[in-house]
Structure formats: C-alpha cells, structure tokens
C-alpha cells in the first residue's frame, strides 16, 4: 500500500497515480461530488459524524462563516481537477452537520461554480440534507431554486418521547410540516427514521413508521440506532434500549409495512418507489467513484492502474486554511490490491437485487476469479444465489447475516 502526503502540487499527485501498477481498470466508474457543511445547531448523543455544533467551540461567534467556507470547497475542488479532468459528474450530495442552515443563496452560488468547474451530468442528482426545524423548512422551495433536486430530511422519529431521548432539536409537528413542505417542493425526497430507540417498543415503531408512511415519501431510509465510539451515548448509554430480538421484530414490521406501502427495498437501509432510488448512494453500492470535499470528507478515486482513497482535515479552521493553502488533503493512499475484494463487496452486497459479477472485474480491475472461491463458500452456507448469467444476489438468510458474509472476502 502506497501513502502518499498532501503536497501542494496536485498535478504531480495526478502523475504520481497515474504510474503502472497492481491492477487494470478497463474503464473509470462513474464519478459523484460530496459536499460536507460540518456545522449544525446542536450535536447529537449518537451521531458519529464529523459535525460541529456553531458557537460551541472557542473562536465561534456570531453568523456561520459560509462565504469563507464555500472559498475553501471551491480552492480544495480547483486543486482536485487534475485527478478527475474531464470526468462527468453524475450526483452531488451536500451533507452535514445541517447544510440546510446555508442560506439558499449560497448554496445556489455553490452549485454554479462547481458548474463552472466540473462538467455536471444533465441530469445530475443534487441532494441537499435538510432538518425539520421551522427555519430550515422556510427554505425549501428556495434551495429546489437553487438548484437541489433532492431533499434527504433528518426526521428520525415523529414521537416526541422518541426525538427527545435522541437529543433532536425539532418536535414531531415540526417533523409532519417538513416532509409535506419537502413534497410541496421537490419531485423526490427522502425521509430518514430511525428505530431500536431507547424506550420505543414493537408498537411505538408500527405507530412511527405509520406516521412515516402516510406522507407517501418516495424514498425512506431506516437506520437501526446504533452505539458509535466518540459519541456521547457511548459514554452514557441510554437507558431501556431494545433487545436484539426486539430489534429484529421491529425490521420484519418494517419490511412488512414498506412493501405493503409500494416501497421496494432495494439496499439494506434503503426503501424506495419505482424511479426514486438514491442515484448517489447506489453509485457508492456499486462501487463507483466520489471526490469527497469538505472538512473530514472521504473520497475514492480510480485511475488507470490503481484506486485512491482521501481522507480531508477534520477541523473545520484547519481545513480552510489548508484548503486556501492549496493542501486540503490531510491522508491518501493507494488500496492494495489484496484488499479489493473486501471493499466492493462491502458496498455491493448491501444491494438487495444483488450485481453481475463481472461488476467486480469492472471496478477493482482483478479478474473475477479472485472471489470464486469465496462466493462458493458463501453459496454452501446459504447466503448466496449466483445465476448460470453470473448475477450474485443475497438470499434472505444472507441479508440477514450481512456482516457476516462481508467478512467472507477479508484478506487472510
């Protein structure tokens, strides 16, 4: 594995990972652009996220510094071209923190001068990450606008009890008028829940998740409540939190009440209607490309002979001002080869309808021999179906021991 540091030449970091190496890609993946506004009103017991409550930390007073900001996105992408010259575009995700509290102004201008800097597919996917609150909510219609095409709203639970033990600054009224303004405004949206929360029971869920379901949102995201390291429920557990197989009841409702409500689930967490998936995630499923910018962005970038992967400055003070320096890039380093079965897979096998195999070949450049044994191997345990057409899906058993089945394709 090759690591190579920030240097404030990017041509020559270009050169760099364009020399002969493990791999032959026969073609670049499609490429997609995250945004990363790290700001927010208030941080989360149990977000995990690189976000920062503004005003909550010394030196921050006063207004957010969007404008100083936007600066240092559009300096880190200008010294990013020469590793994606020419590439289109395909989704932009602008993520958070709360990007919904950028004024609709700037993020409009943001959206220009990546425009003018990129060429954006004609159809490119633009999702803005959005909150509840009654002020962001005013904005709506003015960031559809600015040029967002997507909403993905941070509901999590229309139950006060429920918000309140999660630390989220909005009430489930606020929660309602979001997503009926969000449908007002945009053609898709998307509404994000969460479930296993402390306190919540089988029927709390079925009360939420009917509450969720009777906006017809186009597209849900439910996400099992997790406890993540580096967080505040990590280092105070909530109390009265689900067992595993109270959890698991909760998914099986889940799955159960989508399905009966026309949403197809299409990705582990995912639920769409037809025409409504998530471009930006999928091409992450699929393994596709992404310039990650931002504080703390991470981004996977193919060339010829080799896959990269970045890592931004965490902080946002320090990211732009190495951004403006010309050095927004904190770590990067080549993916060995070795390790590239692992990591497609990762991604791939979250997709319910499963992949071609020769998807593999495709975006790691090995050949598709390299998992053949391991795909027979999970096959024998029943986690996976693979067609006389080469198409490799999850069976049910299979997505229900996900982590497992990853864990199959580690390098030994």
């Not at 004024?103 to 996917?125: F, K, M, Q």
């Not at 909403?151 to 309602?176: N, W």
């Not at 998307?190 to 089988?202: F, H, R, T």
């Not at 009917?210 to 429920?233: D, G, K, M, R």
């Amino acid at each position: 594995m090759s690591h190579t540091p920030a240097t404030p030449g990017a041509p020559a970091t270009a050169i760099h990972w364009q020399r002969p190496g493990q791999i032959r890609l026969r073609g670049l993946p499609p490429l997609a652009l995250y945004l990363h506004l790290p700001w927010c009103l208030h941080k989360c017991p149990y977000c995990d996220c690189n976000s920062h409550a503004w005003g909550a930390a010394s030196g921050q007073s006063g207004p957010l510094p969007q404008r100083d900001y936007v600066r240092a996105l559009l300096a880190d992408l200008e010294a990013s071209l020469p590793l994606v010259w020419g590439r289109p575009v395909v989704s932009v995700f602008i993520g958070g923190g709360t990007p919904s509290l950028f004024d609709p102004e700037v993020i409009g201008d943001l959206l220009s001068d990546v425009r003018a800097r990129v060429p954006l597919a004609p159809d490119a996917e633009i999702t803005l990450e959005a909150n509840p609150g009654t002020f962001e909510r005013e904005r709506f219609a003015a960031f559809r606008d600015a040029g967002v095409t997507r909403l993905s709203i941070g509901v999590q639970s229309f139950d006060d009890q429920c918000l309140r033990a999660l630390g989220r600054v909005h009430d489930a009224a606020q929660a309602h008028a979001a997503v009926d303004e969000a449908a007002r405004c945009f053609d898709t949206f998307n509404l994000d829940l969460m479930y296993a929360l402390p306190g919540q029971s089988v029927d709390g869920l079925a009360r939420d998740l009917a509450a969720a379901l009777a906006h017809e949102p186009p597209h849900l995201s439910v996400y099992h409540l997790t406890i993540e390291p580096n967080t505040l429920f990590a280092k105070q557990p909530p109390p009265s939190l689900p067992d595993d197989d109270t959890a698991y009841a909760m998914l099986d409702l889940i799955s159960e009440r989508t399905a009966a409500a026309g949403l197809a689930r299409y990705e582990v967490s995912a639920y769409a209607r037809r025409g409504h998936r998530c471009r930006h995630n999928l091409n992450y499923w699929q393994f596709g490309d992404y310039l990650g910018l931002g504080a703390g962005a991470h981004g996977k970038l193919s060339f010829a002979e080799r896959i990269v992967r970045q890592v931004r400055w965490r902080d946002p003070a320090r990211y732009v001002e190495q951004a403006l320096a010309g050095t927004p890039v904190a770590q990067e380093h080549e993916v060995a080869a070795r390790d590239l079965p692992f990591e497609f897979m990762l991604n791939a096998l979250r997709l319910r309808e499963g992949f071609a195999l020769t998807l593999l070949s495709d975006r790691t450049g090995l050949p598709m021999n390299a998992v053949s044994a391991t795909i027979e191997q999970a096959r024998a345990r029943g986690w996976l179906t693979v067609g006389d057409d080469g198409w490799v899906q999850p069976t049910a058993r299979g997505f229900d021991w996900l982590s497992d089945l990853q864990a199959l394709f580690l390098p030994d």
